[in-house]
């Protein structure tokens, strides 16, 4: 065989070797790209994100556009080919696969968790929203989950009412925790709660639950010694906070996870529940969490929302405080990045956008 056939059939062998390489060898690696945007003022599958009944609504224009992430599911792996043409494509990133799916999170586990997240999210949305408007919320402190195997278990539920430990009566989540906590291990502590289904029924008549049982719980010793070796107190259970609210607020918007479409949901809900435009018929987008006070947290994927919401027509982009300086290090051309801490913040900022009085908006710097 000529020297240079054998030289070309040699280079070729290497080639379809390291193609195949490429192909079967996969590395810990996850992608991360832009994924839809979805106009809270708008529709989705053809019904309305938003859905109010039981209080007047106005119509509304604009954008004021949640956004969203594309990942790659925890069980697959990327081969080097797939994880070299993300790092260098400009609309995609990629990520130590640990980053996004840490402790071993299975796809299932991630999903479950996500899912979690975007209903508490949904619950936050609406508090902060009316809260803005000055309309009262109905809150009550429940038991949100009950640890198996606990001295809970069987006694409390998820979802009942917890009106007092002890004969106190409980108004924050930590009061329940405070209370436990006066006893020693071993001890009974007494809760006077209204279970879950007459707790949901009362809300269904637009009512507070009221009466309630008292059941006693022996408690046991926390799995550690708190520092000084004092035993701690604990029932099993965690609790939390529910609402109950003056008309009905749906959000209906499928295939999404997580806790950063809040602060979008929550200006959503303004703008429905008050007339006129809170964009002045401006396309804008944003993202971040919301506590029922307000706050706005960041998130994750600042820089493939951004993407996003540009590629979507967004003009201005409400931004977390938190995540300014990634998202003003990256900025999309066209897109005028927005400062936010709160949703007062937010709403100050429409009205300048709404009145075209942008030259004072809060902006973001890197570093």
């Not at 007494?190 to 008292?214: D, L, M, N, Y």
């Not at 950063?260 to 929550?266: K, N, Q, V």
């Not at 990634?326 to 900025?331: P, V």
């Amino acid at each position: 065989m000529p020297r240079r056939t054998a030289t070309m059939l040699a280079s070729t062998l290497v080639l379809i070797a390291l193609l195949c390489a490429g192909v079967l060898i996969k590395v810990p690696y996850a992608e991360m790209s832009p994924g839809p945007t979805v106009n809270t003022l708008g529709e989705a599958r053809g019904e309305p994100v938003l859905q109010i009944s039981g209080r007047k609504t106005y119509p509304a224009s604009g954008h004021l556009n949640m956004t969203t992430v594309r990942v790659t599911g925890a069980d697959y792996r990327m081969n080097i080919f797939e994880s070299v043409y993300g790092w260098l494509a400009h609309d995609s990133v990629v990520v130590p696969h640990d980053t996004l799916y840490p402790d071993g999170k299975t796809e299932e586990e991630s999903t479950q968790e996500n899912a979690e997240e975007f209903s508490q999210s949904q619950e936050s949305a609406k508090v902060a929203a009316l809260n803005e408007l000055k309309i009262p919320v109905a809150t009550r402190v429940v038991v949100s989950t009950v640890v198996k195997d606990s001295p809970s278990e069987d006694k409390l539920h998820a979802g009942d009412v917890i009106k007092a430990v002890d004969g106190t009566a409980v108004k924050e989540p930590g009061d329940v925790a405070e209370l436990v906590t006066k006893h020693q291990p071993g001890e009974d502590v007494t809760f006077t709660i209204v279970p879950a289904k007459e707790a949901a029924a009362a809300e269904k008549a637009g009512r507070e639950p009221e009466g309630g049982e008292k059941i006693t719980i022996r408690t046991a010793k926390a799995p550690a010694a708190e520092e000084g070796g004092k035993d701690r107190a604990i029932v099993g259970i965690r609790a939390g906070t529910d609402h109950t609210f003056p008309f009905e607020i749906d959000i209906k918007l499928a295939d999404v996870g997580g806790p950063s479409a809040g602060l979008m949901f929550s200006l959503g809900i303004i703008d429905k529940l008050t007339p006129g435009d809170l964009t002045g018929g401006s396309f804008v987008a944003g993202t971040g969490t919301i506590d029922d006070a307000g706050e706005v947290g960041p998130i994750g994927g600042i820089n493939m929302k951004l993407v996003g919401a540009r590629d979507a027509g967004a003009r201005y982009f409400l931004t977390p405080d938190d995540n300014c300086a990634s998202a003003a290090a990256d900025t999309p051309s066209g897109l005028t990045l927005v400062r936010v801490k709160t949703i007062e913040d937010a709403t100050k900022s429409l009205e300048q956008i709404r009145t075209g009085k942008t030259a004072g908006l809060p902006s973001c710097a890197t570093g």
